[in-house]
């Protein structure tokens, strides 16, 4: 089967681009979690899908950041302006339906630089 | 407040040698209990995981962990570490009362000598 799918796996862009990253979660899987990767802050939740509705955004830095979920097979994570800072690594993570088991199985992310 | 620790940031071991990576958390509610490896450049992968029962748990590429609630830890063990066994090892934790948010510790970086 496969993994959880991010495209691109690596960006590169100039301060104030928009950046679009993609994922696509196990098929099955009714949750989906976004998460960036940083030296300085390690690994933050960003934001918490359930059944394609956002139950958890509480970690979405500012408001530059927006994710939508439009069905149970992909999801968007936006940054527009994207600003240096954002630089990171952004893992996509998604968990089986009703096993009780909160298990996670994350994506090989996507390497955000921006210039 | 809920918190993972993992106490060493690197630790380097010769191939072949024993390994335990410790991983501590704080909060009082039941936890389930992880730990992930992350290879340069790579996702994370699971490597095995309690949530009840016996408080060792096997995983895969001949890693264990034993879940100790006295002393609110999960350390991970391997009896013999293999030159791939160099990458990140994260520990993570996910409380019952809150069902889906996954804490991580800061890692611990393992380096195997030769």
């Known amino acids: 089967d496969a993994g959880v799918i991010q495209s691109p796996r690596h960006e590169v862009t100039e301060m104030g681009q928009e950046v679009t990253l993609r994922c696509k979660p196990i098929?099955?899987?009714?949750?989906l979690f976004w998460y960036r990767q940083t030296m300085m802050r390690g690994l933050e939740l960003l934001i918490y899908f359930n059944n394609n509705v956002p139950i958890d955004d509480s970690g979405m830095p500012e408001d530059r950041f927006s994710a939508k979920m439009p069905n149970a097979s992909f999801s968007t994570l936006k940054i527009q302006p994207s600003e240096p800072r954002d630089s990171a690594v952004y893992f996509c993570?998604?968990?089986?339906?009703?096993?009780?088991?909160?298990?996670?199985?994350f994506g090989p992310g996507t390497r955000l630089t921006v210039t | 407040a809920q918190s993972v620790t993992q106490p060493d940031i690197h630790i380097t071991v010769s191939e072949g040698a024993s390994l335990e990576l410790r991983c501590n958390y704080s909060?009082?509610?039941?936890?389930?209990l992880f730990w992930y490896v992350q290879s340069p450049g790579q996702g994370l992968q699971l490597l095995l995981k309690?949530?009840?029962?016996?408080?060792l748990v096997q995983g895969i590429k001949g890693f264990e962990a034993e879940f100790k609630r006295s002393q609110s830890s999960f350390n991970l063990r391997k009896p013999s570490v293999h030159w791939s066994d160099a990458a990140e090892y994260f520990c993570a934790v996910v409380w019952m009362d809150s069902s889906y948010k996954l804490i991580f510790g800061s890692g611990t970086r393992l380096l195997v000598r030769p």
């Open positions: 909060y009082g509610a039941t936890p389930y």
């Open positions: 309690y949530f009840s029962g016996d408080t």
């Open positions: 993570a998604s968990r089986p339906t009703g096993t009780g088991s909160n298990e996670q199985y």
């Open positions: 098929s099955g899987h009714n949750s």
